[in-house]
Nanobody
Framework: QVQVVESGGRSVQAGGSLRLSCAAS????????MGWFRQAPGKEREFVGA????????YYADFVKGRFTVSGDGAKNSVYLQLNSLKLEDTAVYYC?????????????????????WGQGTQVTVSL
């Protein structure tokens, strides 16, 4: 059984920083990429950023605009999201996700359907 667990979410003031962590585990777990999504109340889940293990390339949503950084360690099945210059509109539940692994075939990395395993989410609340 695969488990994906996020941590690090909390309340923070606007302009502050936060680092989210995510670890995936399971005897059969493998992945080609892991990513972060977020969902604010009343809104759809949206892509934040992701990392491809082969080559280490990272990908971001346009709204990130250099404020967030995705990093990770493929050998440890762990991915991190550094959030800087936080804004009120960054308030959301942040989810970590991983694809199903195996032989890589192209999947759009910013689409929820490309991911198989999901965490329960961690709440980030930004206030004045």
């Amino acid at each position: 059984q695969v488990q994906v667990v996020e941590s690090g979410g909390r309340s923070v003031q606007a302009g502050g920083s936060l680092r989210l962590s995510c670890a995936a585990s399971g005897r059969t777990f493998s992945s080609n990429f892991m990513g972060w999504f977020r969902q604010a109340p009343g809104k759809e889940r949206e892509f934040v950023g992701a990392i491809m293990w082969s080559g280490g390339d990272t990908y971001y949503a346009d709204f990130v605009k250099g404020r967030f950084t995705v990093s990770g360690d493929g050998a440890k099945n762990s991915v991190y999201l550094q959030l800087n210059s936080l804004k009120l509109e960054d308030t959301a539940v942040y989810y970590c996700a991983a694809d199903s692994g195996g032989t890589y075939r192209y999947k759009p990395i910013s689409v929820t359907g490309s991911y198989t395993y999901w965490g329960q989410g961690t709440q980030v609340t930004v206030s004045l």
